[in-house]
């Protein structure tokens, strides 16, 4: 059973920067898997953030282009979300989300359904 924690969340004022963390376990390869942070603010859906296949490959949401950055340590089973130029609008639960991707179409990727692996989250809240 695949299991993810996340780390790194908290407070921080608008411009600022944050680093998420995410540990995955249970296999001993994540080969073919993708790894995704999603973010849902409270009444708001669940929307995807960025996502990073096992080879490398990535993509972002357009809010989030050019300010947030998600990388991967394979030999540490661990995902990054490097957040840099926050705004308020960032402010969400993040969660960490892990799916076998190796049949998924363009665009499977920022639906939270494609993913059957979660974290328990953690809070960002950015001041203004």
């Known amino acids: 059973q695949v299991q993810l924690v996340e780390s790194g969340g908290g407070s921080v004022q608008a411009g600022g920067s944050l680093r998420l963390s995410c540990a995955a376990s249970g296999r001993s390869t994540f080969g073919g898997y993708c790894m995704a942070w999603f973010r849902q603010a409270p009444g708001k859906e669940r929307e995807g953030v960025a996502v990073i296949d096992s080879d490398g490959p990535t993509s972002y949401a357009d809010s989030v282009k050019g300010r947030f950055t998600i990388s991967q340590d394979n030999a540490k089973s661990t995902v990054y979300l490097q957040m840099n130029s926050l705004k308020p609008e960032d402010t969400a639960m993040y969660y960490c989300?892990?799916?076998?991707?190796?049949?998924?179409?363009?665009?499977?990727?920022?639906?939270?359904?494609?993913?059957?692996?979660w974290g328990q989250g953690t809070q960002v809240t950015v001041s203004s």
């Open positions: 989300a892990a799916a076998d991707c190796r049949w998924w179409v363009g665009g499977s990727w920022s639906s939270w359904k494609a993913y059957n692996y």
